[in-house]
């Protein structure tokens, strides 16, 4: 089997306001058309009962016009979650590699987003040394922001 990384999907309260953080803060690309679906395959697709959803894809930052994409959905009923961990079980993060990530986390809290964490530097076995730090989008998503530098 042939496989190749597509998309993750976020599913938003507000995902036009959510789309543009990723916009204006990561340099990702709304690639139309957005999408609004509704009806039985809908349905029977989600396993939910009179399912509607809105969203968009957006390019990633760093891999041209093929590259994957975060999808942001919203539904019409949305169940509610649990305060931010970032131990919770599943999938837990995205991450964006950035020049400065004290610049980056700053950007971040400034257009909504909030820290989850401090920045630190990490040493792995190589000698490389990663600096990164967690922080939120504006709904409370968990976002890595990461910078490497190679070991001399």
Same mark, same amino acid.
């Given at each position: 089997?042939?496989?190749?990384?597509s998309h993750?999907?976020?599913?938003?309260?507000d995902?036009? !306001?959510?789309?543009? &953080?990723?916009?204006n803060?990561f340099g990702?690309?709304? =690639?139309?058309?957005e /999408?609004d679906f509704?009806? #039985?395959?809908?349905?029977a697709?989600?396993g939910?009962?009179?399912?509607?959803l809105t969203g968009?894809?957006l390019?990633?930052?760093?891999y041209?016009?093929?590259?994957p994409t975060?999808?942001?959905?919203?539904?019409d009923r949305?169940e509610?979650?649990?305060?931010v961990a970032? !131990?919770?079980?599943? &999938?837990?993060?995205?991450?964006?590699?950035?020049?400065? =990530?004290?610049a980056? /986390?700053?950007l971040?809290? #400034?257009?909504?987003?909030?820290?989850?964490?401090?920045?630190v530097t990490?040493?792995?076995?190589s000698?490389?040394?990663?600096?990164?730090?967690?922080?939120t989008?504006?709904?409370?998503?968990?976002?890595?922001?990461?910078s490497w530098?190679?070991?001399?």
């Amino acid at each position: 089997m042939k496989t190749k990384y597509s998309h993750t999907n976020l599913v938003a309260a507000d995902w036009r !306001n959510l789309a543009d &953080f990723y916009v204006n803060v990561f340099g990702c690309v709304l =690639v139309p058309p957005e /999408r609004d679906f509704r009806g #039985k395959d809908l349905d029977a697709g989600t396993g939910l009962s009179g399912a509607h959803l809105t969203g968009a894809h957006l390019r990633l930052p760093g891999y041209g016009e093929n590259g994957p994409t975060l999808e942001i959905f919203n539904y019409d009923r949305l169940e509610t979650r649990p305060p931010v961990a970032v !131990n919770r079980s599943g &999938f837990g993060h995205i991450a964006f590699s950035v020049e400065d =990530v004290g610049a980056a /986390r700053q950007l971040v809290l #400034k257009s909504g987003g909030g820290s989850v964490g401090e920045v630190v530097t990490l040493q792995i076995t190589s000698g490389d040394q990663v600096t990164w730090c967690y922080v939120t989008d504006p709904e409370g998503n968990v976002i890595e922001l990461q910078s490497w530098e190679k070991a001399a």
